[in-house]
């Protein structure tokens, strides 16, 4: 995993039209691996926006994104995608699990396109729902889980391409304390599996958290500081 | 190749869990679609197996057959247009055909009364077809009374039974003999109900029928190539009830198809968000709906058609009997003569295939092109 | 198992019948041999002309030798024998320019 680097990153939405926002106004950043950075900021500071163009969910309207020196921001759909396959693991604010799939399922999902050995795949899924402590789980429907056993198929299901980069959009909010606390244990664990890790957060269980390695702050679009 | 396949293996395996999330919905289409199939699969079979079965069966029909018209309505034809008509090349024989209907107040059925030329039967005595001994409970050896066209009872005993596997042609037959014939109906000699004539070249026919209009100008000649090219186009999609039943069909494609292309629900447009935000590319997703519209298709069609299969060919059509039999009391019991045409099969398959499986992916196409960044708001 | 084995295997196996259907149809046929030298044999002998399916009206019993004013004979009200009626047309000769 090597550092990402955003250069001069502008997003606008409706560009051109009566209702032109800017969402990201010229952000220069440089995330190093193996951490875990965190986004702070209120809601509208555009901490979404940034996150899905740094994990190729959209596209910058201006400025660069680097991967070590790959660049990311320019790459044709197909590759974007691959990409955000291989690199990157998301873990949506809403989850954003399949309804009416078992949470195995869910979690299989992102290789279906890989083609894999689907025994080897069904294994390696239910070693990490086994993982996050919730094994039992995996054939119940994801509409009757809890919030928690929820989210933690969400991650199981980010990791299960193996990425360098772990993404996660306001991992706690629907979340309690004490779940919020669990869940930030977690993330220490992957840290120290070599993870490099991304959040979102203006819950202080998160930025407060000691496994933190560095808080950026955002604002209306840019970096206020850290 | 082999990564070709199980990628469409997953694929599929996402289409089925999709599809199974609303197991009445999908059951139910599937199940209408399929009857539809059947529907349609039945009266093809049916129809088709009809016409070839009449084209192998009428083959064997008179060569020519003269009818007189009086007042445009068939009337009998007197014995002296034998002679009359004079000689003509090509025919080799030439004689008066008796036969007539009788409708039986008792069962209100209609018989068709025939002399055979080639059966010797004495006085009142009659061969029934299998359709007239089930209807009216008759066997060998069995008497009947009939009321003759100057109010007298005529009784006939039955001497023998037409066999049961030749009633699509014989049902409803009495054959008797000609002096019987003439007495029952009040016929008298010199007259026949139409003239046969045997021809033995084919080619001949035309030029025989020409003759025949202008010498004998108040009949006309039936060819049997006019006999087979009526029943080539009998159930024809063309007209009639078949054609309403086309129609139907059609309509029920187009609607299916139309509800799966006219648009996605925002629930569906927001899963394929999520698809392709977790690493699904266009195609994988495109193919998985390709995959939806095609499961449902084909299973109809396959299934439709088996049971069509079934329906027409092991149980003889039985659904349809009410329809054929209409006011008819004496309906023929027989197996259709299996016969499929390609062409036809050809077509159904299309039609039930294709425009629904092309619809389920039309409205995917713009879905599964947008940024699933819209899935993050 | 596995949904997608399921539906091939499903799909697999219909069509299996389908392929047998068109097998059974042709043998239906030779099974039907017999009886269609039966019926050829008696067309041929009794000088028949027409199939006995529809025995209500005449046009519709006797299509190949129905004039064209039979229709209108068989009752006073009846100027239709449905659904015969509409299952078959009046045979082509009548059409014919004489």
Redesign the interface.
């Known amino acids: 995993m090597e550092v990402i680097q955003l250069q001069q990153l502008k997003k606008a939405f409706n560009q051109g039209r009566p209702n032109e926002f800017w969402a990201i106004r010229g952000v220069d950043l440089a995330i190093q691996p193996h951490q875990i950075t965190v986004l702070k900021g209120p809601s509208g500071s555009g901490k979404?926006t940034l996150?899905?163009m740094i994990g190729c969910?959209?596209?910058p309207t201006s400025g660069r994104i680097l991967l070590g020196e790959r660049i990311l921001s320019g790459l044709p759909?197909?590759f974007m995608?691959e990409v955000?396959?291989?690199t990157f693991g998301?873990i949506?604010?809403q989850f954003?699990l399949?309804?009416?799939?078992t949470a195995l399922?869910n979690v299989m999902?992102?290789a279906?396109?890989?083609?894999?050995?689907?025994r080897q795949l069904k294994q390696k899924a239910a070693a990490l729902l086994q993982q996050f402590g919730i094994g039992n789980k995996a054939e119940s429907r994801v509409e009757w889980l809890s919030g928690g056993e929820a989210q933690r198929t969400a991650i199981a299901?980010a990791l299960i391409?193996d990425p360098a980069c772990l993404i996660a959009?306001e991992p706690t909010a629907n979340l309690d304390s004490r779940l919020s606390e669990a869940l930030m244990q977690i993330v220490g664990e992957l840290k120290q599996d070599g993870m490099t890790i991304l959040l979102t957060s203006h819950d202080p269980v998160v930025y407060d958290a000691p496994v933190i390695d560095r808080v950026i702050e955002l604002h209306d679009g840019q970096v206020i500081g850290e | 190749m082999r990564?070709?396949f199980?990628?469409q293996?997953?694929?599929i395996?996402?289409t089925l869990?999709?599809l199974?999330?609303r197991p009445g919905k999908n059951l139910g289409l599937l199940l209408v679609y399929t009857l539809i199939v059947f529907l349609l699969a039945s009266v093809m079979l049916f129809t088709q197996s009809l016409r070839s079965e009449a084209s192998l069966v009428l083959a064997q029909s008179p060569e020519i057959i003269v009818q007189r018209i009086v007042a445009g309505r068939h009337a009998l034809i007197p014995a002296s247009y034998l002679q009359k008509m004079g000689r003509i090349r090509g025919v080799i024989g030439r004689h008066g055909r008796l036969w007539g209907y009788f409708y039986d107040p008792a069962v209100r059925a209609n018989y068709t009364l025939m002399v055979p030329r080639e059966r010797e039967l004495a006085a009142d005595e009659i061969v029934i077809g299998a359709g007239i001994a089930r209807t009216r409970g008759l066997s060998t050896g069995d008497f009947i009374t009939f009321r003759a066209s100057d109010g007298s009872a005529h009784a006939f005993r039955v001497v023998d039974q037409l066999a049961a596997e030749s009633e699509l042609v014989s049902s409803d037959l009495i054959l008797l003999s000609e002096a019987s014939f003439r007495s029952f109906f009040g016929i008298p000699e010199g007259l026949y109900t139409d003239l046969v004539l045997n021809v033995r070249n084919p080619r001949e026919l035309r030029k025989v029928a020409e003759k025949l209009t202008l010498r004998l100008p108040d009949t006309r000649p039936i060819l049997r190539d006019e006999i087979l090219r009526t029943y080539d186009s009998i159930f024809s999609w063309r007209q009639g009830i078949v054609f309403v039943l086309l129609v139907g069909a059609i309509l029920a494609f187009i609607i299916f198809a139309w509800d799966k292309a006219s648009g996605l629900s925002a629930e569906e447009r927001?899963?394929i968000g999520?698809?392709?935000?977790?690493?699904?590319?266009?195609t994988?997703v495109i193919r998985m709906k390709f995959w939806e519209g095609s499961i449902i298709s084909l299973s109809a069609f396959l299934l439709g058609y088996l049971a069509a299969y079934a329906h027409v060919f092991y149980s003889s059509a039985v659904l349809f009997e009410p329809v054929l039999k209409g006011w008819a009391i004496l309906y023929p019991e027989f197996q259709p003569l299996p016969h499929i045409d390609g062409l036809q099969l050809a077509t159904l398959f299309f039609f039930t295939v294709f425009p629904y499986t092309v619809a389920t992916i039309i409205p995917i196409w713009r879905a599964a092109?947008t940024?699933?960044?819209t899935?993050?708001r | 198992m596995?949904k997608s084995t399921l539906l091939i295997l499903a799909i697999g196996l219909l069509s299996i019948l389908f392929l047998l259907s068109v097998m059974d149809a042709s043998l239906g046929r030779q099974d039907a041999s017999s009886r269609i030298r039966l019926m050829q044999t008696q067309v041929r002998e009794y000088e028949l002309t027409d199939l006995s399916l529809f025995t209500e009206a005449r046009y519709t019993r006797h299509l190949s030798q129905a004039d064209g004013f039979t229709p209108f004979q068989d009752h006073p009200m009846a100027f239709e024998h449905f659904p015969s009626g509409s299952l078959v047309t009046p045979p082509a000769l009548l059409g014919a320019p004489r």
């Open positions: 979404t996150l899905s969910l959209s596209r759909e197909r995608t955000r396959r291989s998301f949506f604010q954003n399949i309804k009416g799939l399922e999902l992102p279906y396109p890989l083609g894999p050995d689907h299901r391409n959009d | 990564f070709f199980r990628r293996a997953y694929l395996d996402f869990s999709s199974a999330r927001k899963e999520v698809l392709k935000a977790i690493g699904w590319e266009t994988d092109i940024d699933p960044d899935v993050m | 596995r």
